[in-house]
């Protein structure tokens, strides 16, 4: 597949199915990883979204300085598209964050600067402040304020959650590839058996879409359908409206007066928040889908997002001592608190079980799937894995 430019890279991350992993009670896993982003991190699509639209708002000129305080993921989002945009970013990071994405900031040509991490992200935002006071044609996205930041989820990683689950529940994956050590044992084999799989799974799919109803124009965006089952699609240039990118297909919406099918596509969707955007912008599109479709937040102990006492969690990007305009917590159906510990052996389950390289608030994300797996049965679990392992090596939590 041809791109033409890196930004077009941003969106469109694969959802897969935890298989290795034991689950209890016949639970099913499903994670997005968002560390397939260009820069390595589901804020990718904030930074985008929001800086194409003020962009287009004569908002942004060639003079013009992005200011921004971030844990590390967000900075790395700005500082990719500023460089696109030819604009310069500063970033205002706690020194408590990952060494290797302030790293990664300065390589993308950013500049850092460092709060003391006694004063957490409120110690950060508070220097941003005092920046965008003092520097001419300065920009800030206000992530813990500015709507745009669930909106860009909104538009892009529910519904790609949406589309890539439905389905699902009707077919197993561990059924489809069976004993991995053998179906595999060759090259050759690999590629014969990725065929049968693709003409199986489009079987399947047309089944699917027989029983409910749909046409081949409600087939979701998934490349293996495109190619094999014929769906059309077409690459986007990446100057386009952030939703405007992304070849969605047409997805049923069920006003209140029509029947919902008898079960939701899937059951419960699981997230960490920080500045609340990926949680409350998937959380909103879902439930708009499916009342049934649960939201339940990942928390750190230590953050008051989800309740409970404030204190000093290192789970990167999620939890916070105070709570974001742009979170909204009343979408949210349940909270699992999660440990720093727990965090870390979640990432270390996953890099050794499943070969998946998340970071520590996947880990986290993890757990608390797990935990909620203990809880309920024969349901369909989604979670949001943010960024990758390598950004953490210097903690020495692996």
Request: charged fraction near 25%.
């Amino acid at each position: 597949m041809l791109f033409h430019s890196s930004l077009e890279l941003i969106g469109n991350t694969p959802l897969v199915e935890l298989s290795r992993i034991k689950i209890p009670n016949n639970n099913r896993i499903f994670a997005k990883l968002e560390s397939y982003n260009p820069a390595g991190g589901v804020k990718d699509r904030t930074a985008l979204h929001i800086l194409q639209k003020a962009q287009k708002q004569g908002k942004l000129q060639k003079d013009s300085v992005v200011i921004e305080a971030t844990a590390g993921n967000t900075g790395l989002g700005i500082a990719f598209v500023c460089l696109h945009f030819n604009i310069k970013a500063i970033l205002v990071v706690p020194d408590k964050f990952s060494i290797e994405k302030q790293i990664l900031i300065r390589s993308l040509g950013a500049e850092v600067i460092n709060t003391p991490k006694e004063l957490g992200m409120q110690g950060a935002i508070d220097k941003a402040k005092e920046l965008l006071d003092s520097t001419p044609h300065s920009f800030s996205l206000c992530q813990f304020e500015n709507p745009l930041n669930p909106e860009a989820h909104y538009l892009t990683t529910a519904k790609e959650i949406y589309a890539d689950m439905r389905g699902v529940r009707d077919t197993n994956i561990r059924d489809f590839l069976g004993d991995l050590s053998t179906t595999h044992a060759t090259s050759n084999d690999k590629k014969s058996s990725q065929i049968d799989l693709a003409d199986e799974f489009c079987d399947d799919f047309k089944g699917y879409q027989a029983k409910n109803n749909l046409s081949n124009t409600d087939s979701s965006n998934s490349k293996i359908v495109s190619e094999k089952c014929g769906s059309s699609g077409k690459s986007q240039g990446s100057l386009l409206d952030i939703n405007d990118r992304r070849d969605f297909s047409p997805l049923p919406h069920f006003s209140p007066q029509a029947e919902l099918p008898k079960t939701p596509i899937f059951d419960y969707f699981v997230a960490g928040a920080g500045s609340g955007g990926s949680f409350s912008g998937i959380a909103k599109y879902l439930k708009e889908q499916d009342s049934r479709i649960q939201a339940v937040l990942c928390d750190p102990i230590g953050s008051v997002i989800g309740g409970g006492e404030k204190g000093c969690a290192n789970i990167e990007g999620i939890g916070n001592n105070f709570i974001p305009k742009t979170m909204d917590t009343s979408l949210i159906d349940m909270v699992q608190k999660i440990s720093d510990e727990q965090a870390y052996q979640g990432l270390r389950i996953l890099a050794k079980e499943e070969g998946i390289l998340s970071g520590i608030s996947s880990g986290a994300c993890l757990q608390a799937c797990l935990k909620l797996a203990e809880q309920v049965e024969n349901s369909l679990i989604v979670t949001l894995f943010a960024d990758d392992l390598s950004r953490y090596l210097s903690k020495r939590i692996v």
